[in-house]
């Protein structure tokens, strides 16, 4: 299978160059040359196979022809190691909890799979490959995690000064090793245009064999679909029409899921959640598509104001806007209405969402309250300890951290404090 550049501006890139080059030439980002329904005997079957057997089904649906089956088999198995159970919440509101991987976010799954993928296409080549990843939080814990003493692969990961969660920061600049924290005097979007920046740089292109980790990435973005199948195999043959509420930011999670429904998986409705970095709901509403400058919230993975994944669902929907509207919808949280969202479910359904979940849920609750007919479950897209203060706050007690993340608390911080400024980022780089 080939990919076109959203841009269109670029030569078809094979798989190996889709993956490697992570952004295309002209700045576009790749996307299938087409997207086939998966077969009926897929579907047939949906109900009986385990998460690992339906991903690697998926999987081969669209790198079968790159990958011998034995080596994909493998890679989906390995990222896949940890569970990701449907949980009931209430009444037809369920969540997929996708936190249950090593740095207990749902990027895991992205991450794991890409830097399997990467050491697979490296071990076969000798140059060095240097991964540049710009990070709002849980990105650079997955990535660092993920690639941590991969062989052949350097990390760099860029993230906002004071902008992310200790605990957060505690994952990903304290590796040491392969993996270079690098701590920018400035916002999520400076360090996502200075990464962009770099691959655009000829000189360092040169030197380095630049890659990007982020969600432009189609290695990270291929394997988020999975689990949208395994949820609907979750609730069951008898659930009927399902709504899917997920959190974004960068819109890589939600745009692998509009990805699954063009294989076939029947989910009617997409709901797009965002915290009041609202580009998305707003072009939904209005139709026209405004970046602005992103705000800080309480849900921070999720504070951008210019989504990279939008121009791949554009792409995705032949940039009809009523095309897009017919599948997914938005809603927007402020932080108190978030704060509240915590609250409220955990006293009334002793269920505890994270500020990001919380976004998802409050969006399906209010979707389903006006669609009886319909039942549906949200992504669950971090741990709730991973963001203590909020946690601790709504339930009024002590959270304890789970182990996975305990083990991260006591390592000291090694980081390398940069302007927001490319050139200076350019001869870091270099050296
Ligand atoms: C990254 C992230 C999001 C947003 O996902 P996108 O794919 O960027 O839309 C939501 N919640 C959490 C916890 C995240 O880490």
Same mark, same amino acid.
């Given at each position: 299978?080939?990919?076109?550049?959203?841009?269109?501006?670029?030569?078809?890139?094979?798989?190996? #160059?889709?993956?490697?080059?992570?952004?295309?030439?002209?700045?576009?980002?790749?996307?299938?040359?087409?997207?086939?329904?998966?077969?009926?005997?897929?579907?047939?079957?949906?109900?009986?196979?385990?998460?690992?057997?339906?991903?690697?089904?998926?999987?081969?649906?669209?790198?079968?022809?790159?990958?011998?089956?034995?080596?994909?088999?493998?890679?989906?198995?390995?990222?896949?190691?940890?569970?990701?159970?449907?949980?009931?919440?209430?009444?037809?509101?369920?969540?997929?909890?996708?936190?249950?991987?090593?740095?207990?976010?749902?990027?895991?799954?992205?991450?794991?799979?890409?830097?399997?993928?990467?050491?697979?296409?490296?071990?076969?080549?000798?140059?060095?490959?240097?991964?540049?990843?710009?990070?709002?939080?849980?990105?650079?814990?997955?990535?660092?995690? +993920?690639?941590?003493?991969?062989?052949?692969?350097?990390?760099?990961?860029?993230?906002?000064?004071?902008?992310?969660?200790?605990?957060?920061?505690?994952?990903?600049?304290?590796?040491?090793?392969?993996?270079?924290?690098?701590?920018?005097?400035?916002?999520?979007?400076?360090?996502?245009?200075?990464?962009?920046?770099?691959?655009?740089?000829?000189?360092?292109?040169?030197?380095?064999?630049?890659?990007?980790?982020?969600?432009?990435?189609?290695?990270?973005?291929?394997?988020?679909?999975?689990?949208?199948?395994?949820?609907?195999?979750?609730?069951?043959?008898?659930?009927?029409?399902?709504?899917?509420?997920?959190?974004?930011?960068?819109?890589?999670?939600?745009?692998?899921?509009?990805?699954?429904?063009?294989?076939?998986?029947?989910?009617?409705?997409?709901?797009?959640?965002?915290?009041?970095?609202?580009?998305?709901?707003?072009?939904?509403?209005?139709?026209?598509?405004?970046?602005?400058?992103?705000?800080?919230?309480?849900?921070?993975?999720?504070?951008?104001?210019?989504?990279?994944?939008?121009?791949?669902?554009?792409?995705?929907?032949?940039?009809?806007?009523?095309?897009?509207?017919?599948?997914? #919808?938005?809603?927007?949280?402020?932080?108190?209405?978030?704060?509240?969202?915590?609250?409220?479910?955990?006293?009334?359904?002793?269920?505890?969402?994270?500020?990001?979940?919380?976004?998802?849920?409050?969006?399906?609750?209010?979707?389903?309250?006006?669609?009886?007919?319909?039942?549906?479950?949200?992504?669950?897209?971090?741990?709730?300890?991973?963001?203590?203060?909020?946690?601790?706050?709504?339930? +009024?007690?002590?959270?304890?951290?789970?182990?996975?993340?305990?083990?991260?608390?006591?390592?000291?911080?090694?980081?390398?404090?940069?302007?927001?400024?490319?050139?200076?980022?350019?001869?870091?780089?270099?050296?």
């Amino acid at each position: 299978m080939k990919y076109l550049s959203t841009n269109k501006q670029s030569p078809a890139a094979t798989l190996r #160059e889709a993956v490697v080059k992570g952004l295309a030439p002209d700045g576009g980002l790749y996307m299938p040359e087409n997207i086939p329904p998966l077969p009926q005997s897929f579907f047939d079957r949906l109900y009986d196979m385990d998460l690992p057997e339906m991903s690697f089904h998926v999987a081969s649906h669209f790198l079968g022809e790159d990958i011998p089956p034995a080596d994909l088999k493998q890679m989906v198995y390995d990222t896949l190691d940890f569970p990701i159970p449907l949980v009931h919440v209430h009444d037809r509101l369920y969540t997929l909890e996708l936190f249950h991987g090593p740095t207990m976010a749902f990027k895991d799954v992205g991450a794991r799979f890409m830097a399997r993928l990467l050491g697979y296409f490296t071990a076969r080549r000798q140059q060095e490959i240097t991964v540049l990843v710009a990070t709002s939080g849980d990105t650079g814990s997955a990535v660092a995690n +993920g690639f941590y003493r991969v062989p052949g692969i350097r990390v760099f990961v860029l993230y906002p000064k004071g902008q992310v969660s200790a605990i957060q920061e505690k994952q990903f600049a304290t590796l040491g090793g392969n993996i270079t924290a690098i701590e920018v005097n400035g916002t999520f979007d400076d360090c996502q245009r200075m990464v962009k920046q770099a691959f655009g740089d000829e000189e360092l292109n040169e030197r380095l064999q630049l890659t990007s980790a982020n969600s432009i990435n189609w290695a990270r973005l291929l394997p988020q679909s999975f689990y949208y199948f395994w949820g609907v195999a979750q609730m069951g043959k008898n659930a009927g029409k399902i709504a899917c509420a997920v959190s974004s930011g960068n819109f890589g999670n939600i745009c692998s899921g509009l990805i699954a429904k063009r294989l076939g998986l029947s989910i009617s409705r997409f709901i797009a959640a965002t915290n009041v970095n609202d580009v998305v709901p707003q072009y939904l509403s209005e139709g026209t598509f405004k970046p602005r400058p992103s705000v800080a919230t309480i849900a921070n993975a999720m504070d951008v104001g210019n989504p990279s994944n939008f121009a791949r669902i554009a792409e995705l929907y032949g940039h009809s806007h009523k095309n897009i509207c017919a599948d997914m #919808e938005g809603f927007v949280c402020t932080d108190d209405q978030i704060r509240a969202t915590i609250r409220e479910v955990y006293s009334r359904w002793k269920y505890l969402p994270d500020p990001h979940g919380a976004v998802g849920y409050r969006a399906l609750k209010s979707y389903l309250d006006q669609h009886a007919d319909h039942s549906g479950f949200f992504i669950e897209t971090a741990h709730p300890a991973k963001f203590t203060e909020a946690a601790e706050e709504a339930t +009024g007690e002590k959270i304890r951290l789970p182990d996975n993340l305990a083990r991260f608390a006591g390592r000291t911080k090694q980081a390398e404090e940069l302007s927001a400024d490319f050139e200076i980022l350019k001869t870091f780089l270099m050296n």
